[in-house]
């Protein structure tokens, strides 16, 4: 019996720049053969993992860094001060064993860093802390050997939750990857959007003090932006997600937080020029047991300024049409469906999903998915 969970939400941004490319213009992508604002995945997974920080212990996150060696040598430290002149040595040694590549940095005062990011969770650094401290206990006076299959076996278990959901590859040690459970697809407008520039002055304030200097600014400069109704989507395979964590509690507890953090989210690009933070105009959520389904194609036809309703509405409307067409054609039949959102419109969703707030939707799905894991 799978579980699979889907998130739509549709989202106005006001005048903004929430993601940008190498030359500082807000992203943009093709789609329906019209120019659409665009916020790529990556950009709202790594909002999403910043909200984890208020929403889960700590000790159930991860870090991902190429620092490993210091904060390996920090835990071994902690465990056994008497090994802290020995810790950045075990520390490169443990790491070493578990196939994470170490390297020398530029700087020679830096300790040595890993040849790539390394995503690991608090409780695997502090396994393989635990095992640079017994490997050296072990060794007595002898010179220290860190076992191998330890150390990968020490890295491959206690997951933590976002390295459960978003996974984790590791180059040189292809065993210590992990399948990522979540999805998430670049945001969309539902709608054409040109770029638009605001061009700024700033005003030198010691300058405009001296009445001999002239009124000039002190800088110009232009700022690109634009402004969008956001279609935005995420899945999480509950079954993938309980594998990585081998835990149901703890599966539960994640789906809540991710759902939670995705859908309150925003990158924080230009955020304090532009203020742009806003809460979502329609939020479904809905649980298969057949396969993830994005409802993209709602939007292929780019939302007029004309439609009825005005654009919010519109696409709230074409979103749940969508949504029947597809259930009908392919013979789909939603486990359970949540609409989250203020006003009428929301109740365009009626013929798919129980009308709920984000606190009792949430709450739904935890207790839904609890049931569904029990053995």
Known sequence: MRTIVDIHVLQTVPPSNVNRDD??????????????????????????????????????????????????????????????????????????????????????????????LV?????????????????????????????????????????????????????????????????????????????????????????RADDEEDAGAGMIGTVEFNSSTLYRYANIDVDQLQGNLGDAAATRRAVEAFTKAFITSMPTGKQNTFANRTLPDAVLIVVRETQPINLVGAYENAVGDGETGGRITASVARLAKHAVELHEAFDENPVAAWAVGGGERIDLLGDIAERASLTAAISSLSDLVSERLAP
Request: hydrophobic share 40%; charged share 30%.
């Open 119 to 207: 995503f690991l969770s608090r409780r695997q650094i502090e396994n393989l802390a635990v095992l640079a401290v017994e490997s050296t206990q072990a060794a007595g006076d002898g010179a220290v050997k860190v076992d191998r299959s330890a150390a990968k076996a020490r890295s491959d278990r206690d997951h933590s939750v976002d390295i459960a959901m978003f996974g984790r590859m590791v180059a040189s040690a292809t065993d210590l990857n992990v399948e990522a459970a979540v999805q998430v697809a670049h945001a969309l407008s539902v709608h054409a959007v040109s770029n638009e520039y605001d061009y700024f002055t700033a005003v030198d304030d010691h300058k």
């Open 23 to 116: 030359t500082g213009s807000p992203k943009t992508a093709t789609y329906g053969g019209s120019r659409r604002a665009r916020v790529s995945s990556q950009a709202w997974k790594r909002a999403t993992r910043d909200a984890f920080d208020t929403l889960l212990d700590p000790r159930e996150l991860g870090v991902r860094t190429k620092r490993v060696v210091e904060l390996l040598r920090d835990e071994i430290t902690r465990i056994a001060p008497e090994l802290a002149d020995q810790a950045v040595e075990l520390a490169t040694l443990t790491l070493k064993a578990a196939d994470i590549k170490v390297t020398a940095p530029r700087k020679k005062e830096a300790l040595d860093e890993a040849e790539f």
